[in-house]
């Protein structure tokens, strides 16, 4: 069965700075998708940027970016110029290519200080 | 266009009750699926309705049933409640049943469930 492991519980970082949310997964698939969403504490999940496990570009969108080591199985989301509305909890999720149900991790809870 | 709708926002029940959750999905989307999130997890897939038919299956026990109605709506039914069913209830919405990046699962704001 697919794992997804997110190690770090809480991360901080200083408004325009730059974190990096660690997320790793274990699978036996070649053709995957993986995901960060982020839920604040309207509780809505939002989707905050995807990759195809058979594109090695790492995927970006706007201040967001990923790191994706697919023999190391690491999938790290990197935020550049944190704004305060970024503070919430980024999930890390995995599906396989051939369903729909997606695997989380346990979710990283991310503070942006002024 | 309105996102995935979820009725209703809250809700208590005591233990051995029944509970329905509502969920509609973004207009056009087939697909509907049930997480469960408990207090300090991640989702975990509960089910998925393709075409009102039953696509996916976590591991949950019987007591929990859902059924997709002709215009795509969903409803999770949980019988016998225990004080572990306690949780926020996500329904995604998506446009087919899977297998291509641009299946994106688009979610709700969740019911939340507190079992007394």
Same mark, same amino acid.
Request: one cysteine or more; proline letters at 4%.
């Given at each position: ?44 999940m939002i989707l905050v940027i995807r990759q ?18 697919k023999a190391a199985k690491s999938f790290s ?38 | ?26 207009? /056009? ?9 408990? #207090? =300090?997890? @991640? ?6 309705? !393709? ?32 004080? /572990? ?9 998506? #446009? =087919?049943? @899977? ?6 699962? !688009? ?10």
């Amino acid at each position: 069965a697919q794992t997804v492991t997110q190690s770090q519980p809480e991360m901080s970082v200083q408004e325009a700075e730059t974190v990096t949310l660690s997320c790793t997964y274990d699978t036996s698939e070649s053709d995957y998708y993986l995901f960060w969403y982020k839920q604040p504490p309207s509780r809505q999940m939002i989707l905050v940027i995807r990759q195809e496990a058979y594109k090695q570009q790492n995927a970006t969108e706007n201040r967001f970016s990923v790191n994706f080591q697919k023999a190391a199985k690491s999938f790290s989301l990197k935020i550049s110029d944190s704004q305060l509305g970024d503070a919430a909890m980024y999930f890390c999720a995995y599906r396989s290519a051939g369903n729909n149900d997606m695997r989380f991790g346990a979710g990283t809870r991310l503070t942006v200080k002024p | 266009d309105a996102g995935v709708t979820q009725s209703p926002t809250h809700l208590i029940k005591t233990r051995g009750q029944h509970v329905t959750l509502r969920c509609s999905p973004i207009s /056009g989307h087939k697909s509907v699926s049930w997480y469960q999130q408990v #207090l =300090g997890q @991640g989702p975990q897939f509960i089910f998925q309705y !393709y075409e009102k038919e039953e696509r996916g299956r976590g591991n949950f026990p019987d007591r929990f049933s859902a059924r997709q109605f002709p215009n795509y709506s969903s409803e999770l039914n949980v019988n016998a409640l225990l004080l /572990g069913d306690s949780a926020l209830y996500l329904c995604a919405s998506s #446009l =087919g049943r @899977g297998g291509t990046a641009k299946n994106i699962q !688009y979610f709700g704001a969740g019911t939340r469930l507190s079992v007394l």
